[in-house]
């Protein structure tokens, strides 16, 4: 059973960082891309950034170029989201998800794309 753990959030300055994890077990993340997503209270849930299996292809949302970076281990069946310059508009709940769309391989924009998803990691980003 495909499984996703979300770990590292946590509170922060304005201007500080964290590094989000998610593990994955129960299948090959090799073949997968994986995405994060935040939702924030009374917003949609946006991707944030995405890392394709194999070509390291990126994608970002506007509002995290150049703060965030999204990383991965194959070896340690693991995701980052590296946070830099956090702002308190960054404050929300962060999902990773594997996309259960054919190819699970590629970044895929709509969260409907995407059927495994962690239990989700708070970040508060607040002075």
């Known amino acids: 059973q495909l499984q996703l753990v979300e770990s590292g959030g946590g509170l922060v300055q304005p201007g500080g960082s964290l590094r989000l994890s998610c593990a994955a077990s129960?299948?090959?993340?090799?073949?997968?891309?994986i995405g994060w997503f935040r939702q924030a209270p009374g917003k949609e849930r946006e991707e944030v950034s995405c890392i394709d299996s194999s070509h390291g292809i990126t994608y970002y949302i506007d509002s995290a170029k150049g703060r965030f970076t999204i990383s991965r281990d194959n070896a340690k069946k693991t995701v980052y989201l590296q946070m830099n310059s956090l702002k308190p508009e960054d404050t929300a709940v962060y999902y990773c998800?594997?996309?259960?769309?054919?190819?699970?391989?590629?970044?895929?924009?709509?969260?409907?794309?995407?059927?495994?998803w962690g239990q989700g990691t708070q970040v508060i980003v607040s002075s």
């Open positions: 129960g299948f090959t993340l090799d073949y997968y891309a």
């Open positions: 998800a594997a996309p259960h769309r054919d190819p699970n391989s590629g970044c895929y924009r709509d969260a409907g794309d995407f059927g495994s």
